[in-house]
């Protein structure tokens, strides 16, 4: 039974959100939410990247140590042994090696990173090796294996 007690308004009916800085009869106060004096209270305050309230910020207390060169190339790599081992397991079609079938057989993790070969272990099996760079004894232990080496600019 309805009585004026029990009466409510219908689910959805009342939606409106309350209307900061319509003064104290609001029901967010004189100061809108905001607080009491200080830099946030003013209108227009914005925080710069890193601020930590006049304290001194992270990145000028940690010491700052060495030289990043911005221009090192990284690369991935693989070592003549690894090669040997793959062209063992009859991997290789033709025994050509790039970075592609490298990539493809899960030899080397991605595919945009440049190749080196470096020369670790031993290799008889003549390959055709495609790399961005490759150690100077890599370069000599494929070539004397029988194997052709050829730089990938």
Known sequence: MKHVGNIKYADGAKH??????RGPGS???GTSTRGHKGAQSRRNYKTKRGFEGGQMPLQRRVPKFGFFNRFRVEYQVINVERLQELAEA???ENGNVNLDTLYKIGAVSKRTVPLKVLGNGDIT???YIVANKFSDVAKQKI???????TIHE
Do not use: D, M, Y
């Not at 409106?16 to 800085?21: A, D, T, V």
């Not at 070539?143 to 080496?149: F, I, N, P, Y």
């Open 16 to 21: 409106k959100n309350k209307r900061i800085g």
């Open 125 to 127: 099996a003549p390959l």
């Open 90 to 92: 009859n991997v290789f």
């Open 143 to 149: 070539e004397s294996a029988g194997g052709t080496v």
């Open 27 to 29: 029901g967010h106060g």
